[in-house]
Protein backbone atom coordinates (compact mmCIF):
# COMPACT_ATOMS: atom_id res chain seq x y z
CA UNK A 1 0.00 0.00 0.00
CA UNK A 2 1.18 3.61 -0.57
CA UNK A 3 1.53 6.05 1.83
CA UNK A 4 -1.31 7.79 0.81
CA UNK A 5 -3.71 5.13 0.36
CA UNK A 6 -2.63 5.03 4.30
CA UNK A 7 -3.72 8.11 4.84
CA UNK A 8 -7.07 7.94 2.81
CA UNK A 9 -7.55 5.28 5.19
CA UNK A 10 -6.56 6.96 8.38
CA UNK A 11 -8.85 9.62 7.53
CA UNK A 12 -12.07 7.22 6.80
CA UNK A 13 -11.48 5.42 10.32
CA UNK A 14 -11.14 8.97 11.63
CA UNK A 15 -14.25 10.57 10.09
CA UNK A 16 -15.87 7.35 11.02
CA UNK A 17 -15.16 7.31 14.86
CA UNK A 18 -15.22 11.28 14.53
CA UNK A 19 -19.20 10.64 12.81
CA UNK A 20 -19.50 7.54 15.54
CA UNK A 21 -18.91 9.32 17.96
CA UNK A 22 -21.41 11.86 17.20
CA UNK A 23 -24.19 10.05 16.45
CA UNK A 24 -23.92 7.76 19.67
CA UNK A 25 -23.50 11.35 21.66
CA UNK A 26 -26.35 12.40 20.49
CA UNK A 27 -28.51 9.27 21.28
CA UNK A 28 -26.94 9.44 24.95
CA UNK A 29 -27.98 13.12 25.28
CA UNK A 30 -31.12 12.06 24.26
CA UNK A 31 -31.53 9.61 26.89
CA UNK A 32 -30.09 11.39 29.64
CA UNK A 33 -33.16 14.08 28.65
CA UNK A 34 -35.37 11.29 29.15
CA UNK A 35 -34.13 10.54 32.38
CA UNK A 36 -33.76 14.09 33.47
CA UNK A 37 -37.79 13.91 32.45
CA UNK A 38 -38.69 11.11 34.52
CA UNK A 39 -36.85 12.16 36.87
CA UNK A 40 -38.77 15.31 37.55
CA UNK A 41 -42.22 13.58 36.99
CA UNK A 42 -41.05 11.60 40.11
CA UNK A 43 -40.06 14.59 42.04
CA UNK A 44 -43.19 16.33 41.34
CA UNK A 45 -45.42 13.20 42.07
CA UNK A 46 -43.00 12.21 45.54
CA UNK A 47 -43.91 16.24 46.47
CA UNK A 48 -47.79 15.88 45.71
CA UNK A 49 -47.61 12.44 47.71
CA UNK A 50 -46.00 14.57 50.72
CA UNK A 51 -48.78 17.36 50.30
CA UNK A 52 -51.52 14.77 50.13
CA UNK A 53 -49.64 12.90 53.17
CA UNK A 54 -49.55 15.87 55.41
CA UNK A 55 -53.42 16.60 54.82
CA UNK A 56 -54.23 13.27 56.35
CA UNK A 57 -55.40 14.26 60.03
CA UNK A 58 -57.46 16.85 58.07
CA UNK A 59 -59.18 14.52 55.79
CA UNK A 60 -59.44 12.23 58.76
CA UNK A 61 -61.28 15.19 61.10
CA UNK A 62 -63.45 15.72 57.81
CA UNK A 63 -64.40 12.01 57.74
CA UNK A 64 -65.02 11.95 61.58
CA UNK A 65 -67.29 15.20 61.15
CA UNK A 66 -69.14 13.62 58.38
CA UNK A 67 -69.86 10.16 59.99
CA UNK A 68 -71.35 12.17 62.60
CA UNK A 69 -73.37 14.95 61.31
CA UNK A 70 -74.46 13.44 58.42
CA UNK A 71 -77.79 12.87 58.22
CA UNK A 72 -78.90 8.73 57.49
CA UNK A 73 -81.56 8.34 54.76
CA UNK A 74 -84.54 6.11 56.66
CA UNK A 75 -86.20 5.90 53.25
CA UNK A 76 -86.14 7.65 50.16
CA UNK A 77 -89.85 8.59 50.38
CA UNK A 78 -89.33 9.71 54.02
CA UNK A 79 -86.41 11.90 52.80
CA UNK A 80 -88.02 13.38 50.14
CA UNK A 81 -91.23 14.35 52.03
CA UNK A 82 -88.94 15.86 54.38
CA UNK A 83 -86.85 18.04 52.25
CA UNK A 84 -90.23 19.64 50.56
CA UNK A 85 -92.48 19.86 53.56
CA UNK A 86 -89.23 21.92 55.02
CA UNK A 87 -88.83 23.77 52.09
CA UNK A 88 -92.50 24.59 52.03
CA UNK A 89 -92.53 26.03 55.78
CA UNK A 90 -89.51 27.77 55.58
CA UNK A 91 -90.85 29.78 52.06
CA UNK A 92 -93.82 30.38 53.74
CA UNK A 93 -92.19 31.14 56.76
CA UNK A 94 -90.03 34.09 54.98
CA UNK A 95 -93.47 35.43 52.96
CA UNK A 96 -92.78 33.65 50.01
CA UNK A 97 -95.23 31.65 47.78
CA UNK A 98 -94.17 27.66 46.24
CA UNK A 99 -95.91 28.37 42.34
CA UNK A 100 -94.72 25.20 41.39
CA UNK A 101 -92.73 21.83 42.86
CA UNK A 102 -91.45 18.63 41.92
CA UNK A 103 -89.32 16.21 43.16
CA UNK A 104 -86.38 14.64 41.55
CA UNK A 105 -85.04 11.02 41.40
CA UNK A 106 -83.04 9.73 44.09
CA UNK A 107 -79.30 9.80 43.46
CA UNK A 108 -77.37 6.56 44.71
CA UNK A 109 -73.62 7.30 44.63
CA UNK A 110 -70.93 5.34 46.60
CA UNK A 111 -70.37 8.17 49.29
CA UNK A 112 -74.00 9.47 49.18
CA UNK A 113 -77.39 9.73 48.32
CA UNK A 114 -78.98 12.61 47.14
CA UNK A 115 -82.93 13.82 47.17
CA UNK A 116 -83.43 16.39 45.32
CA UNK A 117 -86.68 18.99 44.52
CA UNK A 118 -87.39 21.88 41.83
CA UNK A 119 -89.13 24.52 43.28
CA UNK A 120 -90.62 27.70 41.71
CA UNK A 121 -91.06 30.55 44.33
CA UNK A 122 -92.07 34.25 43.94
CA UNK A 123 -91.29 37.06 46.30
CA UNK A 124 -88.94 39.71 46.74
CA UNK A 125 -85.51 39.40 45.78
CA UNK A 126 -83.70 40.13 49.06
CA UNK A 127 -86.20 37.94 50.94
CA UNK A 128 -85.74 34.87 48.24
CA UNK A 129 -81.92 35.37 48.73
CA UNK A 130 -81.94 35.57 52.58
CA UNK A 131 -84.05 32.28 52.47
CA UNK A 132 -81.93 30.54 50.35
CA UNK A 133 -78.68 31.49 52.66
CA UNK A 134 -80.74 30.84 55.43
CA UNK A 135 -80.87 27.22 54.76
CA UNK A 136 -77.62 26.42 52.85
CA UNK A 137 -75.61 25.53 56.32
CA UNK A 138 -72.95 23.19 55.99
CA UNK A 139 -74.94 21.32 58.64
CA UNK A 140 -78.06 21.13 56.78
CA UNK A 141 -76.32 19.46 53.32
CA UNK A 142 -78.49 21.63 51.28
CA UNK A 143 -77.36 22.82 48.02
CA UNK A 144 -78.47 24.67 44.99
CA UNK A 145 -77.96 22.44 41.57
CA UNK A 146 -79.25 25.07 40.09
CA UNK A 147 -80.93 28.88 40.30
CA UNK A 148 -82.56 31.02 37.63
CA UNK A 149 -84.49 34.10 38.53
CA UNK A 150 -86.78 36.04 36.10
CA UNK A 151 -88.50 39.45 37.10
CA UNK A 152 -92.02 39.13 37.68
CA UNK A 153 -94.38 40.75 34.81
CA UNK A 154 -97.60 41.03 37.10
CA UNK A 155 -95.30 42.44 40.17
CA UNK A 156 -92.25 44.65 39.48
CA UNK A 157 -91.51 44.31 43.03
CA UNK A 158 -91.01 40.82 43.01
CA UNK A 159 -88.93 38.03 41.10
CA UNK A 160 -89.99 34.02 40.39
CA UNK A 161 -86.58 32.32 41.12
CA UNK A 162 -86.70 28.19 39.72
CA UNK A 163 -84.69 26.44 42.02
CA UNK A 164 -83.27 23.22 41.98
CA UNK A 165 -82.44 22.23 45.85
CA UNK A 166 -80.84 18.93 47.03
CA UNK A 167 -80.17 17.40 50.24
CA UNK A 168 -76.66 14.82 50.80
CA UNK A 169 -77.79 11.72 53.35
CA UNK A 170 -75.05 9.82 54.35
CA UNK A 171 -74.21 6.58 52.59
CA UNK A 172 -76.30 3.16 53.28
CA UNK A 173 -73.82 1.30 56.22
CA UNK A 174 -74.05 -1.45 53.96
CA UNK A 175 -72.21 -0.21 51.10
CA UNK A 176 -69.80 1.65 53.46
CA UNK A 177 -68.28 -0.91 55.04
CA UNK A 178 -65.47 -2.78 53.87
CA UNK A 179 -66.47 -6.20 52.76
CA UNK A 180 -65.67 -8.75 55.62
CA UNK A 181 -63.07 -10.99 54.93
CA UNK A 182 -63.37 -14.81 56.05
CA UNK A 183 -60.93 -15.94 58.73
CA UNK A 184 -57.79 -17.73 57.43
CA UNK A 185 -56.99 -21.56 59.23
Wanted: aromatic share 4%; hydrophobic share 45%.
Amino acid sequence: MKASERRMIMILVVLAAVCGGAILSQRLLRLQHGIERREQSLELKRAESNAILAEADLWKQRLAWLQTTQPPMKSENEASKELLEGLLSSATAKGLTVQKQQLHELVNAEFYREVGVTLTVKGALPAVFRWMHQMLSPKSFYMVDRLKVVPDSADPASIIAIIDISRLFGPDLASAEPPATAPSN
